[in-house]
């Protein structure tokens, strides 16, 4: 096989007229490269149409590949960006009587051309995906590229693999995601109802089936059916991980998945109140900075209680008591303290104890589901920076001994943008260390303009599905790497279950169909027409029931 670059003589004899991108399966040829090519773009002019968007093309080069870096033919593949038909004679400005002269004389022959994104070509050697660095010749022909040459791309072996689905252009070749750029953390970032959540529980299922170890912060009860599967007529039946799933479930949970899930996999979550410090107390109560004799009188009713396990009402007495005690002069701002603390009465979270999430997490093989749908933002933020500090000395004290893969939902509520949280140094620590230690995240949220910029540009993968708002785009193009500028043109016209996938995870650049989950959604969206004509059906309206009074008739109260 010659060693020449394009241009030299022998390179066009070796691929022939029939480019077989080096698999023995001749592709259809769609183009011919023309105009200025580089090795990250290029132009083809196409014969009738131009070949669909996001359609997966290929073209022969001679590149570097093993770590001798010899020279071979290999199969560069390049993906549709944008495909064109241009008319030269039919224009914006054309005289609409003249457009139908030529329209039914069918005199206009319009230009088809497309523009493409270079992806890169596999090392025979290496096996890893590398980046060209010879700018293809202009008259070379481009061939639509065979599924075999694409699932060397998106395909991972059997042990390394999470499947997250297929090719929108080629259902039938699968892409997969590597469990090693897991390491290098992943977003999952979506507009509400574009399929975030179904994409993030058909990670987790694969990964409890290989063995790992998670947690999920979960705002919204959307995982507490992990592991079981919806049934035709009704109901649910547990699939294999199920007995691996336990959800600690917070004391104001709005979930409803009783009978469902079966209580021996349900536990409490609560928080020990006493384990808050003293700024966190005052800011939850609205004490502000300026009231010092409140502060005072709460703070040393604090120390009273120090080294006890308390509740709010044990503080509240504890205030009322030196109330009572006090000078009338000096009661006051201690009777101020203790009306403040009886706002947070409603917050159920808080009680004696902190539970020990640690403990559900010392065997291989678990997943932890802390539902905390119905918390205040406050019961969220102390609920995550506990569970996520806890978990991570655990593993830097090495009390668990297998990665943990930690998934953070609503991401924007506990690292928000210009505003420090108790979690955000938690959180900030495990991207920025997590790594070397074996806890490796993923956060999820449908504002990554609201997210924390540092937290986001940390995680070197991402999933991101259907983003309309510009300001989500902006900051998705400044955290992310590798997703190009094309790529994120392609955002808002991606459908539901669509997502383009970057970074460490896969070998290139992918926009895919998801699917494959066999866990229900616990906050999948209702179908309100069914709903309501239930409504009907429940409330057995009649049409004299219906019926409701004209202009000129009085209501009787």
């Known amino acids: 096989m010659s060693s020449g670059y394009e241009g030299e003589p022998g390179f066009r004899s070796e691929f022939g007229s029939g480019f077989e991108s080096g698999l023995g399966i001749p592709g259809e040829e769609v183009g011919t490269?023309?105009?200025?090519a580089s090795p990250i773009e290029l132009t083809i002019a196409c014969e009738g149409s131009p070949p669909p968007l996001w359609e997966y093309v290929a073209f022969p080069s001679v590149e570097e590949v093993g770590w001798e870096g010899e020279r071979r033919s290999v199969s560069v593949l390049a993906q549709v960006a944008l495909p064109v038909r241009e008319s030269l004679v039919l224009t914006e400005t054309t005289d609409p009587e003249a457009i139908r002269k030529i329209r039914d004389m069918g005199a206009d022959?319009?230009?088809?051309?497309?523009f493409l994104r270079v992806l890169g070509y596999v090392?025979?050697?290496?096996?890893?995906?590398?980046?060209p660095r010879n700018a293809p010749q202009p008259g070379l022909p481009v061939?639509?590229?065979p599924d075999e040459l694409l699932r060397e791309f998106y395909e991972f072996a059997e042990e390394e693999r999470v499947r997250i689905g297929s090719l929108v252009t080629r259902l039938g070749v699968a892409v997969d995601l590597s469990v090693n750029g897991f390491r290098r953390h992943l977003a999952v970032l979506a507009a509400t109802g574009a399929g975030k959540s179904y994409a993030t529980g058909l990670i987790v299922e694969q990964l409890l089936e290989k063995g790992a170890t998670v947690v999920i912060i979960d705002p919204h009860a959307d995982y507490v059916?992990?592991?079981l599967r919806e049934v035709e007529g009704g109901g649910y039946e547990e699939l294999e991980i199920a007995r691996r799933v336990t959800i600690l479930k917070n004391p104001g949970s709005s979930g409803h998945y009783e009978g469902a899930v079966g209580s021996e996999r349900v536990r409490e979550f609560t928080v020990a109140f006493s384990k808050l410090d003293f700024d966190s107390i005052c800011e939850l109560a609205g004490i502000q900075t300026g009231w010092s004799k409140v502060r005072a009188a709460l703070l040393e009713a604090l120390d009273e209680l120090e080294g006890q396990a308390y509740t709010v009402e044990d503080v509240i007495e504890r205030l009322r008591g030196r109330a009572r005690q006090a000078r009338a002069s000096d009661a006051p701002p201690i009777i101020s303290a203790a009306l403040r603390l009886s706002t947070l009465r409603g917050l159920r979270l808080f009680g004696y104890t902190t539970t020990d999430v640690v403990s559900y997490l010392r065997e291989p093989g678990r997943a932890l589901v802390v539902d905390l749908s119905g918390a205040t933002d406050f019961e969220m933020d102390v609920a995550t920076h506990l569970i996520v500090d806890s978990v991570f000395r655990a593993k830097m004290n090495r009390e668990i001994n297998y990665p943990i893969f930690l998934f953070v939902e609503e991401a924007h509520r506990v690292i928000?943008?210009?505003?420090?949280?108790?979690?955000?140094?938690?959180i900030v620590k495990v991207a920025r260390e997590g790594r070397k230690f074996g806890v490796f995240l993923t956060i999820i949220s449908q504002r990554p303009s609201a997210v924390d910029p540092d937290?986001?540009?940390?995680c070197q993968s991402m999933i991101v599905m259907k983003t309309v708002n510009p300001a989500d785009q902006q900051a998705i193009r400044q955290a992310a790497e590798k997703m190009s500028e094309?790529?994120?043109r392609d955002l808002p016209g991606l459908n539901v279950g669509e997502a383009v996938v970057v970074g460490e995870i896969v070998r290139a650049p992918a926009i895919v169909r998801i699917s494959g989950r066999r866990s229900a959604e616990g906050g999948s969206d209702i179908d309100v027409v069914a709903e309501l004509a239930r409504a009907r059906r429940d409330a057995q309206v009649t049409p004299e029931d219906a019926s409701l009074p004209t202009g000129g008739e009085e209501w009787d109260y």
Do not use: C, F, Q, T
């Open 33 to 36: 490269i023309v105009g200025a």
């Open 109 to 114: 022959s319009p230009l088809s051309y497309a």
């Open 123 to 131: 090392d025979p050697e290496l096996g890893v995906v590398r980046s």
């Open 143 to 145: 061939y639509r590229a």
């Open 225 to 227: 059916y992990l592991g």
């Open 416 to 426: 928000p943008k210009g505003r420090r949280m108790l979690s955000s140094s938690s």
């Open 455 to 458: 937290v986001l540009s940390m």
């Open 486 to 488: 094309d790529l994120l």
